[in-house]
C-alpha cells in the first residue's frame, strides 16, 4: 500500500493538514503515517534529555492517538492510520522514516496567519520544502481537500530535460484523474528560443496527460504565479525549489502577495534529483 507521511508538530495548523492528507491519502487508497519529532535542546553537541521527558512522551502519544481518532471520524473515507513519536534532529528523523516508507509525499502544514490575513512559510516548512527529495506538500491553514482536478506547475523552461520529474508529474495526473497547467512567467523578452524549445520537449514527453501552457506577461513573476493559480481554480501547484525563487520570496514578510488567506492553494515540491538517503 501506498504511503502519506504527515511531519506534524501537533499545532493547529499542523492537524489540519495532516486531515488534509488523510483526505488525500483515501482518494488514491493509500495509507496514512503521522511523524513527530520532538528536537531536545543541544550542549557542546549532545542531545540532553529534558526534565519531565517521560512525561512529555506520553502527553504525545496521548495527543498522537487523539489525532488518530479525530482523523478516523472526520474523514469521508475509510483510511489507514499508524503514528510515531521521535527524537532527535527534525531533517534527520523525516529522512529516515521517509527511507523506510519510501512515501507516496509528505505533508506538511504553513506556520501560520498574521493579523494582516498573511500566510507564512516557518523554517521547517521551507527547509522540508527545498532538501527532502520526496514529494512535499504544504498545506495553508484551513484549507480543506475535496479534490485535485486541476494540477499547476511554474516552470522556466530551462534545461526541462534535468529539472522537471516529468514520471513523477504524470503518475500524480493519472493518480488523481486532473489536468496539467504549466506556466511560464515573465516579461516579453523572457518569451525565448530556449522557452519555446523547452515547452516543446515537455509537450512531447507528456502527450499521455494533455498538458496545456500559459505563457503570461507579468513584471513580478511570484505574483503572476499566485494570480494565475487562483483565477484559474488550481488545487495544487507544483514548484521546483532548486530552480524557483518562489520559495524564497515566502519567508520575507516584505513581499506584499505571501499567500494571502483568500488564496489558499497547497504547494507541492518536487525535485529531480532520484537520490533519496
Excluded at 163 to 190: M, Q, R, S, Y
Excluded at 198 to 210: E, S
Excluded at 252 to 266: A, K, N
Aim: proline share 5%; aromatic share 8%.
Amino acid at each position: 500500500m501506498r504511503t502519506i507521511l504527515v511531519a506534524t508538530d501537533l499545532s493547529a495548523v499542523a492537524n489540519n493538514a495532516a486531515r488534509y492528507a488523510a483526505d488525500m491519502a483515501a482518494a488514491i487508497n493509500a495509507g496514512l503515517f503521522l511523524l513527530h519529532v520532538y528536537v531536545p535542546p543541544v550542549h557542546y553537541g549532545d542531545i540532553l534529555v529534558p526534565l519531565g521527558y517521560d512525561t512529555w512522551l506520553k502527553d504525545t502519544e496521548l495527543k498522537m492517538v487523539k489525532l488518530k481518532r479525530e482523523i478516523l471520524r472526520q474523514s469521508d473515507h475509510p483510511v489507514h492510520v499508524r503514528w510515531e513519536v521521535r527524537t532527535g534532529i527534525y531533517m534527520s528523523e523525516l529522512k529516515g522514516a521517509c527511507a523506510r516508507l519510501n512515501p507516496y509525499a509528505v505533508v506538511i502544514g504553513t506556520t501560520g496567519v498574521t493579523a494582516t490575513s498573511r500566510i507564512f512559510f516557518g523554517s521547517h516548512a521551507i527547509d522540508t520544502m527545498k532538501n527532502l527529495p520526496w514529494p512535499v506538500v504544504c498545506v495553508p491553514p484551513g484549507v480543506r481537500f475535496n479534490s485535485i482536478r486541476k494540477i499547476g506547475l511554474a516552470c522556466d523552461f530551462s534545461d526541462v530535460s534535468i529539472t522537471v520529474p516529468i514520471p513523477e508529474i504524470e503518475h500524480l495526473v493519472t493518480d488523481f484523474n486532473a489536468g496539467l497547467h504549466i506556466l511560464h512567467i515573465g516579461d516579453k523578452e523572457a518569451f525565448n528560443a530556449e522557452a519555446v524549445s523547452g515547452a516543446g520537449f515537455l509537450r512531447d514527453h507528456m502527450k499521455n496527460i494533455h498538458p496545456q501552457f500559459h505563457f503570461i506577461q507579468h513584471e513580478d513573476v511570484d505574483e503572476g504565479i499566485l494570480d494565475f493559480a487562483q483565477i484559474n481554480g488550481v488545487d495544487l501547484l507544483i514548484i521546483l525549489p532548486k530552480r524557483h525563487r518562489f520559495l524564497d520570496a515566502l519567508v520575507h514578510r516584505s513581499h506584499t502577495r505571501q499567500f494571502v488567506l483568500h488564496h489558499q492553494v497547497p504547494l507541492l515540491a518536487m525535485h529531480a534529483e532520484k537520490k533519496r538517503v
